[in-house]
Every structure is written in C-alpha cells, then in structure tokens.
C-alpha cells in the first residue's frame, strides 16, 4: 500500500433542488487499498459513486482522479477508472468471450493478448466461449470485472458487488479483489450492505450518515484491534468483592460482571496478573479471551442504529 491518493474528494455537495443529497464530502482514497463506503439506506454511497464516474453533475466542490478533475478533465480522469454501478449489463445471448471483444472495440489499445490476461485473472477460461445466459450470478459479477479491467484502470469502483452471491461466490470476490490489489496494485472502492464481509474485504472504511461524512479509518481502528487496552472476556464466576478488588487492581480500567463471567478493561500484559489472583482465591477459571468489538458494532455505534442498505 502507498500513501499516495489515487481518489481525492474536497467539499463534494450534491443538492437537488433544494434537497442536500450529499454534504460537503472529504476524503481521500489511498493507492493500492481496498475502501469501503458504507452507510444506512439513503445515506449517499451511490449518489457519490455516480459523481465519482461522470453519472451525475456535481453541486460544489470537487474529485480528482490520479491528479485530474472530473469535471473539467473528464476524459483523462475517467480513464484511470473501471466501474461497475449496480449491476454488470452484458448481452446474454453472446458468450462471454464475445462480450469482452464486444467492449474492447470501444476502447483504444485492448489487444487479444490483453482480454486473454483478464480472463485468466478472474478464472473463467474454462466457462469463458459459453453463452452469458448460462452464467451463475457470480461468474456474470467476475465478467463484469474482467470488462472493468480491460483497458488496465488505477481505479476500480464496485457498486454493491456481492447483490446476489452465495457465499461461496462472495468469499470468491473477495479474494479476487485482494488478489488484485496486492498485484497488481490497483485500488478498488467497493460498497456493500453485508458488514461482516466488508470487514473481511477492506482496508479502509468510509461511514457516511445522511450525505455527511461520519468518519474514515483503517479497519483495525475502526474496531480497535490496534488499541493497548481492549475488553477481556474471563470465564469464571467471582462475587461482587472480587470483582472490585479486580477493578482496583494496577492498569485494570473496569471489571463487570455478564452471563458468561466477567469483563475486564486492561492491557494484555495485564490478564496473567489477574488469573493468577482469581486462583488464589480459589476461582475456578474455564477460559479467558479478547473480545473484539465488530465493523457492525462500530457502525450501529456511530450511526445510531440506523438500516444500512
């Protein structure tokens, strides 16, 4: 990963008549990641995908792509970029293969040799010469791909992707597009409704709430892997008196009592500090482990529990 911006977006308001779609959006997109845009039902993440691709006029501000605005130098930003906005449209009654020559002739410089590449970069040479209309969902998503990919973008924008995968083929996506930003080093924005995944996918995540930029964080901050301190889970069962006196014990933050035991707040270090007090107390003690708060705490945390979509 670089710390170069491919993707910049400075004060990007969307109004429709007199309807603020989307207000006064900030960030950047680094080289080489794997950003999530995630947000409730009408919070902007396609509204700002369609201004990012020239499918929708900017009200103010503006984006910039590789160093080239996409209002002013559409032609030579929108190069740099592959996009799949909702779904991938493709003529059912040709074979895939068809369809990439099809796409190739309204792009300058796609060879054989070129479609041949993208066709072995999402797996589908063995099913590549049959008819689309025989494809699963998931094969028509990485011929969708392959079609974005063709022309060699910096940029690879996703559109809810994993709509109508099994998991299976949504766990396959998601190590494809890995695959390609390790190497091939492209960036890929992917939005999605499934947490979890997006959790598994991004490096990066955006959390936008009402057209407003809630906040932008790698993964791990976002869900606090990287903190010293962190909630551990002890499977025990202390009474009230032990647990303050844990509570008051050097760098323990908190200690409460829950139906599987008791939670502590501390550092790492601290746990074997702990155990070895609750057994001298004679506590019999069944395990104990971090408890990692998830990408949907977080964003029912910051969102306040509204829908994502």
Do not use: W
């Amino acid at each position: 990963m670089s710390n170069e911006s491919v993707v910049s977006l400075r004060n990007v308001t969307k109004r429709i008549g007199r309807t603020t779609i989307i207000d006064n959006l900030t960030f950047d997109v680094p080289q080489g990641e794997i950003f999530g845009f995630l947000g409730p039902n009408g919070a902007g993440k396609t509204t700002t995908i369609r201004m990012m691709v020239g499918l929708m006029s900017i009200t103010k501000g503006e984006i910039i792509i590789k160093g080239k605005n996409i209002k002013s130098e559409f032609e030579q930003a929108i190069r740099h970029v592959g996009a799949i906005v909702e779904n991938p449209e493709m003529y059912k009654f040709l074979s895939g293969y068809r369809n990439l020559i099809h796409y190739a002739r309204m792009v300058p410089g796609v060879t054989k040799e070129r479609i041949d590449e993208v066709v072995r970069l999402v797996k589908l040479e063995n099913r590549i010469h049959d008819k689309v209309k025989k494809y699963s969902l998931g094969m028509r998503q990485r011929l969708g791909v392959a079609q974005a990919l063709l022309h060699r973008p910096s940029l690879l924008i996703l559109d809810e992707p994993t709509n109508g995968l099994d998991p299976a083929g949504i766990r396959e996506l998601r190590d494809y597009l890995r695959y390609l930003t390790r190497t091939e080093g492209i960036t890929v924005i992917v939005s999605s409704h499934l947490l979890s995944e997006m959790e598994l996918m991004c490096d990066r995540v955006a959390i936008l709430k009402q057209g407003k930029l809630v906040d932008v964080k790698l993964i791990e901050d976002f869900i606090g892997s990287n903190d010293r301190t962190q909630t551990y889970l002890i499977e025990a069962s202390p009474d009230e008196e032990i647990i303050e006196g844990i509570r008051s014990m050097a760098g323990v933050k908190d200690a409460k009592a829950v139906p599987e035991g008791m939670e502590v707040i501390t550092e790492r270090d601290r746990i074997p500090d702990i155990l070895t007090h609750l057994m001298k107390l004679n506590i019999s003690i069944y395990g104990a482990r971090a408890v990692r708060q998830s990408l949907e705490d977080r964003f029912l945390e910051m969102t306040g529990g509204e829908q994502i979509g």
